[in-house]
């Protein structure tokens, strides 16, 4: 069981930047969601994909947001024009697609924009 | 929004049974409750999860009430390394996990 990765661990970055960040999902799940976490709140939902398709954002994702799954494996999420409050972890889970599947969630990505 | 609310804290002394209550009065008859739990500096990790039974696995014990309006969380012997934030999330079929704030249990030795 190789579980959900997620790189970088951490990430520092100025403001402005451009900044990408890499989950690799479970192997056989075809389901792969971004979620962000800011300090005292439990994770809050950005988008998933089923295979390729990028099935759902949340209204709160800006413009600056773009996430991609190319081939349905890997997942990139990327911020650009970064700002600081964007400085959150980023976590990334997956699952299989029969709805109520359980998460398995990577160890996220810590950014900070300074 | 959650659809749970959980107290912010609790704690817990080492060897005993941690009892981690959920309300979800609103709660409909297809949808399931699940909990999670993150430990610090990870992502999430599932414990359980239940529509109206009782369930137990290895890791916890889920009690629903019959009206489903509430359940509890049962660690039997919380261990330090049970110290955690514990999420309790309603879900309803293909919706994703919407996480509150969960409670921060603390396990004391």
């Known amino acids: 069981d190789t579980g959900v990765s997620q790189n970088p661990r951490h990430k520092i970055t100025k403001r402005g930047q451009n900044v990408t960040f890499r989950c690799d999902p479970i192997?056989?799940?075809?389901?792969l969601y971004w979620y962000r976490q800011t300090l005292g709140q439990g994770p809050e939902f950005l988008t998933y994909?089923?295979?390729?398709?990028?099935?759902?954002k949340s209204r709160l994702l800006s413009d600056r947001f773009s996430a991609e799954r190319p081939k349905g494996s890997f997942s990139t999420l990327e911020i650009q024009r970064t700002e600081q409050g964007d400085s959150a972890m980023y976590l990334c889970?997956?699952?299989?697609?029969?709805?109520?599947?359980?998460?398995?969630f990577g160890s996220g990505t810590q950014l900070s924009v300074l | 929004d959650a659809k749970t609310t959980q107290p912010p804290s609790m704690d817990c002394a080492e060897g005993r049974a941690a009892n981690l209550p959920c309300n979800h009065s609103?709660?409909?008859?297809?949808?399931?409750v699940y909990w999670y739990r993150q430990i610090h500096s990870q992502g999430p990790q599932y414990i359980i999860h239940?529509?109206?039974n009782n369930e137990t696995n290895e890791m916890a014990s889920l009690i629903i009430t019959e009206d489903r309006k509430s359940s509890t969380l049962i660690l039997p012997h919380a261990t330090l390394r049970d110290t955690a934030v514990y999420y309790c999330?309603?879900?309803?079929?293909?919706?994703?996990?919407?996480f509150g704030p969960g409670t921060r249990l603390s396990v004391l030795p």
């Open positions: 889970a997956s699952s299989l697609s029969t709805g109520r599947e359980k998460l398995f």
């Open positions: 192997s056989e799940h075809n389901r």
């Open positions: 994909f089923q295979n390729e398709a990028q099935l759902e």
């Open positions: 609103t709660i409909s008859g297809n949808e399931y």
């Open positions: 239940g529509l109206k």
């Open positions: 999330i309603v879900l309803s079929y293909g919706q994703n996990f919407v």
